[in-house]
Nanobody
Framework: QVQLVESGGGLVQAGGSLRLSCAAS????????MGWYRQAPGKQREWVAT???????NYGDSVKGRFTISRDNARNTVYLQMNSLKPENTAVYYC????????????????WGQGTQVTVSS
């Protein structure tokens, strides 16, 4: 069984910063790409950023220059440093990992965390 657990969300004023963490644990054979998504009230889930297992980064246009994704492969953890936060960044942030579990080495599938709330006040 594989679990992804996010942490680091909270309430922050506009212009402030937060750092989200997401740790993967369980029967993991290999983790490929890891990423962050968010879903604001009444909106569809939106991709935020992705980092591959060899460090290639990609960002959504709305967060470029303000958010930084990174990962610690030894800890199976992905981070999202969010700076210059805006009220429109308020959302539930989810991490995702494409990985191969030891229980099925033939399948590469996506796993999701439960989400962490980020609220940015104006």
């Amino acid at each position: 069984q594989v679990q992804l657990v996010e942490s680091g969300g909270g309430l922050v004023q506009a212009g402030g910063s937060l750092r989200l963490s997401c740790a993967a644990s369980g029967s993991i054979f290999r983790i490929n790409a890891m990423g962050w998504y968010r879903q604001a009230p009444g909106k569809q889930r939106e991709w935020v950023a992705t980092i591959t297992n060899n460090g290639i980064l990609n960002y959504g246009d709305s967060v470029k220059g303000r958010f930084t994704i990174s990962r610690d492969n030894a800890r199976n953890t992905v981070y999202l440093q969010m700076n210059s936060l805006k009220p429109e960044n308020t959302a539930v942030y989810y991490c995702s990992a494409g990985l191969v579990a030891t229980t099925n080495l033939l399948r590469d599938r996506d796993y999701w965390g439960q989400g962490t709330q980020v609220t940015v006040s104006s």
